[in-house]
């Protein structure tokens, strides 16, 4: 199947807004730059140091030059909208929705249709040797990069649909819907470590020498790669949590709550919160100094992110162990906090200003007093009688 490259039209030309958006506490200002071109949500982007690629459910894929802000090029020919792609500097490999892999070349000519997935391609990543694929039919497939040819399936390699995957060198990590995320072999399909403790299935995940970082719903697990023990749970999010990247010790999250955060992993503590996306947070990558995430909103956002030195890094994360500190403290004396006793006031008849009880002529009430006189018995008169204190009442 040949796919054609087109030049975006007048209608659809992508186009940059320079701007700024919210940054931690919503007084100091990041420089960003928006993206605008797709006709609906932005899935995945990748970037290098010159060139965004992203691909969306309105089914194309988008190239775009990163300093002028303009779609340089536009890839038709998926049948469904476009789920996850990378890129090289020669070739661009994308998955969707209507199960399919494809290999484009950087003018935009679709060179090869992989298949053999049965459902959605949710994730694939690629190295030097091989491609690794993951899809909602719960298999991971993995591809020659030089033939395109099918070595090896892994399957059922998640009780449930495959969402996230991150390959690094002979071992690749994916997460399912069956709530864990799980460490293979690429050479020979063995699983090695299982990662579970999330309530939720697992939507995006990341690795490094020695972590793992899974998100799941509203948190953010971060593992010993080794031990599998849980090392944090991160939590700040008000929403699903739906991308993930990691670099060093810095982990950035989007989430449906519109918002991206940067985590301390070493520490377990978020360091900044960036707000400028409309809509939920779908996709987001980084490196020392860019950050570029895609949303519901339908754009793209390109931030100015220098990392941060240890002295800030340090005081941002004494500013959140004060915070949790306080929020912990005002929880305990929340608990700890006696119910209030209710006011006890003792019942005593009404009385007018002559000392005369003001009585009622419903039943049980002091107007059915009956009074002892003379042997003879004589029942309350009518409503509103007054009855003096005085009166002898046998």
């Not at 023990?229 to 929403?239: E, F, I, R």
Request: glycine content about 10%; aromatic content about 6%.
């Amino acid at each position: 199947v040949i796919g054609d490259a087109d030049a975006p039209d007048k209608k659809n030309k992508g186009s940059g807004v320079t701007g700024t958006g919210t940054l931690t506490d919503g007084k100091k200002k990041t420089k960003k730059r928006g993206f605008l071109g797709h006709n609906s949500r932005v899935i995945v982007v990748r970037f290098d140091s010159t060139t965004i690629v992203s691909g969306s459910v309105d089914r194309t894929i988008r190239v775009w030059n990163m300093r002028s802000g303009e779609c340089v090029r536009m890839m038709q020919g998926h049948t469904g909208g476009v789920w996850c792609l990378q890129f090289d500097n020669y070739k661009v490999v994308s998955g969707a929705w209507d199960t399919t892999i494809k290999v484009w070349d950087m003018k935009g000519v679709c060179l090869r249709t992989l298949t053999g997935h049965t459902d959605t391609v949710a994730c694939l990543e690629y190295n030097d040797e091989v491609l690794v694929s993951g899809s909602h039919d719960r298999d991971l497939r993995v591809w020659s990069v030089h033939e395109w040819e099918l070595l090896r399936v892994i399957p059922n390699a998640h009780e449930g649909s495959v969402f996230c995957l991150h390959l690094i060198g002979e071992c690749v990590v994916s997460g399912g819907n069956d709530r864990t995320a799980r460490l293979w072999n690429v050479g020979t399909g063995e699983l090695e470590k299982r990662y579970a403790g999330h309530s939720h299935a697992v939507i995006a995940v990341r690795m490094n020498e020695h972590m793992v970082a899974t998100a799941s719903w509203d948190t953010i697990r971060v593992f010993d790669r080794t031990t599998e023990l849980c090392q944090h749970v991160l939590v700040g999010h008000m929403g699903r949590v739906e991308t993930l990247w990691l670099r060093q010790n810095r982990l950035i999250s989007g989430s449906r709550d519109k918002l991206l955060k940067e985590w301390d992993i070493r520490r377990g503590h978020c360091v900044r919160t960036f707000k400028g996306h409309t809509a939920p947070v779908t996709c987001v990558q980084f490196n020392d100094r860019v950050m570029v995430s895609g949303s519901d909103d339908h754009t793209i956002q390109m931030w100015d992110v220098p990392a941060l030195a240890d002295s800030e890094m340090d005081q941002a994360t004494r500013m959140a162990e004060l915070l949790e500190s306080a929020k912990l403290t005002k929880r305990r004396q929340e608990a700890n906090k006696l119910p209030e006793k209710p006011k006890y006031r003792p019942w005593r008849p009404k009385q007018d200003r002559r000392g005369s009880i003001v009585t009622s002529s419903r039943r049980g009430s002091l107007a059915n007093i009956v009074e002892m006189r003379g042997g003879g018995q004589k029942r309350g008169a009518a409503k509103g009688r007054r009855v003096s204190i005085f009166d002898s009442i046998d």
